[in-house]
């Protein structure tokens, strides 16, 4: 028995299932490029530098982790609260669109027309995750389902207004890119990271990242949304209003779902596609299960994804390896940390019996000294 010691996962376990998890899934991804003839070492070290060989392939990839890390806090976020928002590919569109629209309607100098598109992107977000956590509070709608019905409404709404008021001079199928000078890209972070399409983006993430640790860590607010997560019917005995919580908790993850979208569409993409559904919106799941969502854990998961993102076309181009193998690896490590439990259970019962042979080996030369 260890006395004094948690019995659910301390953070030194949680980070152990993480890192287990990515071993895991890299041995199998190893393991895919043997059965299809490919050198594995050379596979990794290709995707390793695909991400990582240059300043400007660093800041590509802390672009394309950008988003990742903004829907990852999305989801860990409506997860620390007891709720499941797979909504983040609609919240991404609706916050993109709205961003899209600020940049090519608002005539305003620079620093403001970015608050603007921030500030619009946050919202229409927000607005688009408060629906779903109405029908919950109030109808008792599962958020699964009403968040994947809103992710088709967003798909819809931008496919009728796209064309509609933002159409490209030359195709029907894409908005009319964003001017750099009203996009998130700046010049000098752009020269900094040697011409990588990195953005502010990645500030607004970082920024992201310490609010939402600060809510729920430091702040009334925090502590009852976790309440509810843990126990809704306990946390509505003490008082706590349960349905209002669930309203805010959807309204909070909805805004940072959108806050990506404005990132996507305004900073990496600057223009928005009808017919497609972003992909991070599913991606930050995988996330902020690897971060076990903590905002820190989501952090570091989203820069760790967003380098296999940026490296699988590089691996491909240097060892002919299918870029879709890199999805595999990711896909293979959400297994792993679904599974997680299992391995906390290892590393409970390996902690456990390592103190119990400590505790054995002091009692003993306790006993010899007195002898």
Same mark, same amino acid.
């Given at each position: ?8 996962? @301390? ?7 993480? &890192? ?27 995707? &390793? ?82 629906? @779903? ?239």
């Amino acid at each position: 028995m260890i006395k004094g010691k948690k019995l659910q996962a @301390p953070g030194q376990h949680v980070f152990l299932t993480g &890192f287990s998890a990515i071993i895991l899934g890299l041995l199998a991804g190893a393991v895919l490029m043997a059965l299809i003839g490919r050198n594995p070492f050379s596979g990794y070290l290709y995707l &390793f530098r695909g991400g990582l060989m240059n300043i400007k392939r660093i800041g590509d990839t802390m672009a394309t982790a950008t988003m990742l890390i903004l829907v990852g806090l999305s989801v860990g976020f409506s997860f620390k609260t007891g709720l499941f928002n797979i909504g983040g590919a609609g919240q991404m569109l609706m916050g993109g669109l709205a961003a899209t629209f600020v940049a090519h309607r608002m005539n305003l100098p620079r620093p403001l027309l970015l608050v603007m598109i921030i500030f619009f992107g946050l919202l229409a977000g927000a607005v688009w995750g408060i629906i @779903p956590g109405f029908l919950k509070a109030r109808f008792n709608v599962h958020e699964v389902v009403a968040t994947i019905m809103m992710n088709w409404i967003a798909y819809w709404v931008v496919y009728y207004i796209v064309p509609a008021h933002l159409k490209g001079p030359s195709l029907e199928t894409e908005s009319m890119s964003i001017p750099a000078g009203n996009s998130l890209r700046m010049e000098w972070l752009s020269r900094l990271f040697n011409g990588s399409y990195i953005n502010l983006g990645i500030f607004i993430a970082i920024a992201a990242v310490l609010i939402i640790k600060f809510i729920l860590d430091r702040t009334t607010l925090g502590f009852e949304l976790k309440t509810v997560g843990s126990n809704r019917f306990c946390a509505e005995y003490a008082g706590i209003k349960v349905n209002r919580d669930i309203i805010i908790s959807m309204m909070i993850s909805g805004g940072l779902a959108g806050l990506a979208g404005m990132a996507y569409y305004t900073g990496y993409s600057l223009n928005v596609q009808i017919g497609v559904m972003p992909s991070q919106g599913f991606d930050g799941i995988a996330v902020a299960l690897l971060g076990a969502s903590t905002p820190l854990g989501i952090l570091l998961s989203g820069l760790f994804f967003g380098l296999l993102q940026a490296g699988k076309g590089f691996m491909n181009a240097m060892t002919k390896v299918p870029p879709e193998i890199a999805d595999t690896i990711i896909a293979i490590i959400i297994y792993f940390t679904a599974t997680s439990s299992l391995f906390l259970r290892f590393f409970v019962r390996w902690s456990k019996r390592r103190e119990n042979v400590r505790q054995e080996k002091a009692m003993a030369a306790s006993r010899k000294e007195d002898v």
